[in-house]
């Protein structure tokens, strides 16, 4: 019993080595292997199955990593590392569904509440199942406990965007610039900020933030109905006073506008 205790315990070291190492199929290959074993211990075999996940992850393989993601919380369900990773393998899955993720990342934050980093990716995956109120509550939650760490600062930022909240972000970002100077010179940081600074510009700019004269004059133009400027002075009196012109201006209908043709010097 020992003699096999010290032979998955070498294998396993092996394993972790190959991880070390860059050797992601290697490592694979032999946590197969591993994994294979019918006497592995229920602790080895979770560590074994969640390593699988995260590996699988990285090289795409979403739905192997999430098939043994689940085996992992079916052998240790209070682990919330797992439940993170497996949240990821939905959550970057083109085939993957933003609800489960939603949910996975929820049973994470839960189990482990004071980690900024599942709370964000809790309130970035709510965000994209259409709970935008709870998720950006939860991602500014989460930036308050970041203090300026650039792993949390980016999940926040990026569901903020999604949120449309571009104003809310940029606040955020100059509150980590503010707690962590390290951060903010980095380079990552200043990229966020200039992401963040052109989504308020183009939002600024579609007039989402209230409607403009140019918008206006648009849906007038398309829906034909009438209109009365503001600079309009409209007169009640039948005759002007000594000296003053009074103008006495009517609603009209927008009209179809003709391009005008160019003369050229030939015509003239």
Known sequence: MSMMLALIQAGWSSIRSSVEQGRRTDALDRLRRLLARPDVPAAVAADAHRLAGELLIDVER???ARRHLRAAAALEPGIARTYYFWALAEERDPLGCDRRAARRFSQASRLLPRNA?????FGRAAVRSD????????????ADAATGELAVIRVVVKG????????????????AGFLCHEA?????????????RFARARRDQRGERGTT?????????????RVVLPF????????????????????SLPRPHFPRLRSRKADR
Do not use: H, M, W
Not at 184 to 196: I, N, P
Not at 213 to 225: D, H, M, P, S, V
């Open 117 to 121: 980093l599942y709370r964000a990716a």
């Open 213 to 225: 004269r140019k918008g206006q004059e648009a849906k007038l133009a398309r829906e034909g109905a």
């Open 62 to 64: 979403y739905f192997e």
């Open 232 to 251: 309009i002075r409209v007169s009640t009196e039948t005759k002007p006073r000594k000296g003053e012109i009074v103008r006495r201006d009517v609603v």
């Open 184 to 196: 903010e010179k980095s380079r990552e940081f200043r990229g966020l900020v200039e992401r963040v």
């Open 160 to 175: 903020l965007l999604e949120a449309d909240r571009p104003g809310t972000a940029l606040r955020v970002l100059n509150r």
């Open 131 to 142: 709970r935008v109120g709870r998720g950006v509550r939860e991602l500014l939650a989460a």
